[in-house]
């Protein structure tokens, strides 16, 4: 298999944290692939031309985080990251919930890319809310991101992280104890270190 990543990309660092914790390294070869540049093999697996993107050996092709995520964990039963029982919602809907505050965050940074004057400070105070907001609700309840690792923590650390190395002038970290203390400690993991963009 291939997966096609960006070192800085946070959605492809999910999947390399998951085929690095689901010791699948030797089964998923890792293209580097600059989704802003012009590649026709990128676009040919995924043609909205995003990472990650994943080529199967059979040759079918599997795009957006989480999906590939899921293909991953169901590769091999150890470790599964997504409970195949009544758990598997939880897991699944607090994977949104980070995924949603690196969706907001991976905004920002776009819309600070663009010139000054075009900037939309109405979206970029929203975003920002959005994304204290839900760090808030998470330290006021970890519990879906403690215990046995899922995909839902590999989610959370991979927005934290981004958070982290593209937007630093966010401090999420001064009246949200809990998850501070979290990250510090999931950042331990070999995999968030393998995959720490700040190493590239």
């Not at 909205?48 to 994943?54: D, R, T």
């Amino acid at each position: 298999m291939k997966l096609y990543f960006a070192n800085t990309s946070p959605y492809a660092r999910k999947a390399r944290m998951v085929i690095l914790e689901k010791g699948l390294a030797d089964q998923v070869e890792t293209v580097f692939q600059n989704p802003f540049d012009e590649s026709p093999d990128l676009k040919k697996a995924n043609p909205l031309g995003k990472v990650p993107a994943l080529v199967t050996d059979d040759g079918n092709t599997v795009f957006d985080s989480p999906i590939i995520c899921a293909y991953l964990d169901s590769l091999s039963p150890e470790t599964m990251l997504i409970p195949a029982d009544e758990a598997r919602w939880n897991v699944l809907t607090s994977e949104a919930l980070a995924d949603g505050i690196l969706d907001a965050a991976f905004s920002i940074v776009m819309e600070r890319r663009r010139p000054e004057e075009q900037q939309s400070s109405m979206w970029l105070e929203r975003w920002q809310t959005g994304i204290q907001r839900t760090i808030s609700a998470v330290d006021a309840d970890l519990t879906p991101f403690v215990g046995d690792l899922t995909l839902a923590q590999i989610a959370l650390g991979a927005a934290l992280g981004y958070l982290d190395f593209r937007l630093p002038d966010i401090d999420w970290r001064a009246s949200n104890p809990a998850i501070s203390a979290w990250f510090a400690d999931f950042t331990t993991r070999p995999a968030m270190k393998a995959t720490d963009p700040a190493n590239v």
